[in-house]
Nanobody, 124 residues
Framework: QVHVVESGGGLVQAGDSLRLSCAAS????????MGWFRQAPGKEREFVAA????????DYANSVKGRFTISRDSAKNTVYLQMNSLKPEDTAVYYC?????????????????WGQGTQVTVSS
């Protein structure tokens, strides 16, 4: 059984930083891309960032480019999302997901396994 667990969310002020972690277990994911999505109240879940199986390729939503950094430790089946210069509009539940491909995809349908999410709240 596959488990995907996010951690690291919390309440911060605008301009602060947070680091989210995502641990995947139950099988080997080192050959698969992984991604982060987020969902704000009343809005659809949207793509945030993704990283290739090798860790050498990344993709970001325009809204977070330059502020967020995705990285992975394949040996630990763990993906990280470093979020800097946080804004109130970054407030959302952040979800980690495992892609069924080795390259990055922005569409939710390309991701097979999802975590339960971690809340990030940014106050102004």
């Amino acid at each position: 059984q596959v488990h995907v667990v996010e951690s690291g969310g919390g309440l911060v002020q605008a301009g602060d930083s947070l680091r989210l972690s995502c641990a995947a277990s139950g099988r080997t994911f080192s050959n698969l891309a992984m991604g982060w999505f987020r969902q704000a109240p009343g809005k659809e879940r949207e793509f945030v960032a993704a990283i290739t199986w090798s860790g050498h390729g990344t993709d970001y939503a325009n809204s977070v480019k330059g502020r967020f950094t995705i990285s992975r430790d394949s040996a630990k089946n763990t993906v990280y999302l470093q979020m800097n210069s946080l804004k109130p509009e970054d407030t959302a539940v952040y979800y980690c997901a495992v892609c069924r491909y080795s390259t990055t995809y922005v569409g939710r349908s390309a991701y097979d396994y999802w975590g339960q999410g971690t809340q990030v709240t940014v106050s102004s």
